[in-house]
């Protein structure tokens, strides 16, 4: 079951063994979620494949223009 002096003991030793490092206060944490970096990853990953798709459309394009026209040239 839940009781409370092990949640107080589980908060007190997180907050002893809690790193200190310069950035955002702790009570400002709810906004800098633990996986924002994924979430950037993820975004550049997708917006970059976004981008990878579109240049391989426009090539495979020109690749088949260049194609067709030395095929009417010849």
């Known amino acids: 079951m839940f009781s409370k002096r092990r949640y107080d003991d589980a908060v007190s030793f997180r907050t002893l063994t809690r790193p200190s490092y310069p950035g955002p206060s702790v009570g400002s944490a709810h906004r800098h979620p633990a996986h924002f970096g994924s979430f950037l ?34």
Do not use: D, P, Q, V
């Open 41 to 74: 990853t993820l975004l550049f990953t997708f917006t970059h494949l976004l981008y990878l798709r579109i240049n391989n459309h426009s090539f495979i394009i020109f690749t088949a223009n260049a194609i067709s026209k030395k095929n009417f040239l010849n």
